[in-house]
């Protein structure tokens, strides 16, 4: 039998640590996680997923060279899965700074203590769809041309092309995927798909009137958060370390999102006029339940993107296991259970 793998996994509270965090430890994997420092330890996503108590929680600054190398020195990690950083691109327009330096240069970071310290360790960069932004036609492959439109972006792309560097510089086993939108019941509330389940479950019970957003055709590549981390893990049991493209391959429109969730909770609504002036009607009593706003428009979107998985389906025998309408059915069922019960989201 082999020895226990140690796997360290930064920004382990997220969505997306939760679920990485379950699927090590259900293949015997010590586990420890980092998380900022904080006066109360916020760990609800570990904790629905029942694995909270099994990983080992540390602190870690991702800005913080000193606090990283003393990290990986005491933990002594075989994988690193990165998923630290500001992750949120709306957020990214109000705080540019923050987000270049702890999703950007704090992988850099990262890779420059793993050269130090941990050199056969092997190393997944969380990058991510938004360094292509602007879209040329067709599927997006491992190929295609980089054009961020956020400040997230291009944070991102600094990263990406980090681990490039110190792969082919330094000979790390350093991966990249890059991860399409990807959600679940465990999303954060700054996030468009989990804003729009949580409103809706509201409006159900009636405690809210109308749930208020920006661009409704913005479309997205969006697939289940515990199907991806899957994909993560796979990369790093290659022989040789690659970037690869995570996505489902279908793109969907905000507008599809809301109308499927909704259907969910038992509501029909239609949408009627065009950019600013949309509006969703429930259909059974004609309510306004959906409004537009300028000020949820971001200075500049990307084009809709659609990735194209097929390097990892080949390379990994990666799939997705849930299409788009089971996860929103699954989101939206989801909140609307705690909306009846009264729990405080995630």
């Given at each position: 039998m082999?020895?226990?793998k140690?796997?360290?996994?930064?920004?382990?509270t997220?969505?997306?640590?939760?679920?990485?965090?379950?699927l090590l430890?259900?293949?015997?994997?010590?586990?420890?996680?980092?998380?900022?420092?904080?006066?109360?330890?916020?760990l609800?996503?570990?904790a629905a997923?029942g694995?909270?108590?099994?990983?080992?929680l540390?602190?870690l600054d991702?800005?913080?060279?000193?606090?990283?190398?003393q990290?990986?020195k005491?933990v002594?990690p075989d994988?690193i899965?990165?998923?630290?950083?500001?992750?949120?691109?709306?957020?990214?327009f109000?705080?540019?700074l923050?987000?270049?330096?702890?999703s950007g240069?704090g992988?850099?970071s990262?890779?420059?203590?793993?050269?130090i310290i941990?050199?056969e360790?092997?190393?997944f960069e969380?990058?991510?769809?938004e360094i292509?932004?602007?879209n040329?036609?067709?599927?997006?492959?491992e190929?295609?041309?980089?054009?961020?439109?956020?400040p997230?972006g291009?944070a991102?792309?600094?990263?990406?092309?980090s681990?490039?560097?110190?792969?082919?510089?330094?000979?790390?086993?350093?991966s990249?995927?890059?991860?399409?939108n990807?959600?679940?019941?465990?999303r954060g509330?700054?996030f468009?798909?989990?804003?729009?389940?949580t409103t809706?479950?509201?409006?159900a019970?009636?405690?809210?009137?109308?749930?208020m957003?920006?661009?409704l055709?913005?479309a997205r590549?969006w697939?289940?958060?515990?199907?991806?981390?899957?994909?993560?893990w796979?990369?790093?049991?290659?022989?040789?370390?690659?970037?690869?493209i995570?996505?489902?391959?279908?793109?969907?429109?905000?507008?599809?999102f809301i109308?499927?969730?909704?259907?969910?909770?038992?509501?029909?609504?239609?949408?009627e006029?065009?950019g600013?002036?949309?509006?969703?009607?429930?259909?059974k009593?004609g309510?306004?339940?959906?409004?537009?706003?300028?000020?949820?428009?971001?200075?500049?979107e990307?084009?809709p993107?659609?990735g194209d998985a097929s390097k990892?389906h080949?390379?990994l025998?990666w799939r997705?296991?849930?299409d788009?309408?089971?996860?929103?059915t699954?989101?939206?069922?989801h909140?609307?259970?705690r909306?009846?019960?009264?729990q405080?989201?995630?």
């Amino acid at each position: 039998m082999r020895a226990q793998k140690t796997a360290l996994i930064t920004g382990v509270t997220g969505q997306d640590g939760a679920y990485l965090t379950k699927l090590l430890l259900e293949k015997n994997y010590r586990v420890v996680g980092a998380m900022r420092r904080a006066s109360t330890l916020n760990l609800p996503r570990l904790a629905a997923l029942g694995v909270a108590d099994d990983v080992e929680l540390m602190t870690l600054d991702m800005q913080d060279f000193i606090s990283i190398t003393q990290l990986i020195k005491d933990v002594v990690p075989d994988e690193i899965y990165n998923l630290g950083g500001q992750s949120s691109v709306q957020a990214s327009f109000k705080q540019p700074l923050y987000t270049a330096q702890t999703s950007g240069r704090g992988t850099m970071s990262l890779l420059e203590a793993m050269r130090i310290i941990a050199p056969e360790a092997r190393l997944f960069e969380a990058a991510s769809s938004e360094i292509f932004g602007q879209n040329p036609v067709g599927k997006i492959d491992e190929s295609h041309d980089f054009h961020p439109r956020s400040p997230y972006g291009v944070a991102k792309l600094f990263a990406y092309w980090s681990v490039v560097n110190y792969r082919e510089a330094y000979n790390l086993h350093a991966s990249n995927g890059l991860m399409f939108n990807h959600e679940s019941p465990l999303r954060g509330m700054e996030f468009v798909t989990r804003k729009i389940t949580t409103t809706l479950a509201q409006i159900a019970c009636g405690r809210q009137q109308q749930l208020m957003l920006g661009n409704l055709d913005n479309a997205r590549d969006w697939g289940f958060a515990g199907d991806y981390v899957e994909a993560m893990w796979l990369m790093l049991q290659q022989e040789i370390a690659d970037d690869y493209i995570v996505a489902s391959g279908e793109t969907h429109s905000v507008r599809e999102f809301i109308i499927l969730a909704a259907a969910a909770m038992g509501m029909q609504i239609e949408f009627e006029g065009e950019g600013l002036q949309a509006r969703g009607i429930d259909i059974k009593t004609g309510r306004q339940l959906v409004s537009i706003s300028q000020d949820f428009y971001r200075p500049s979107e990307p084009d809709p993107l659609v990735g194209d998985a097929s390097k990892a389906h080949k390379q990994l025998d990666w799939r997705p296991k849930l299409d788009f309408e089971d996860l929103v059915t699954l989101m939206a069922e989801h909140d609307l259970v705690r909306a009846q019960s009264g729990q405080v989201w995630y």
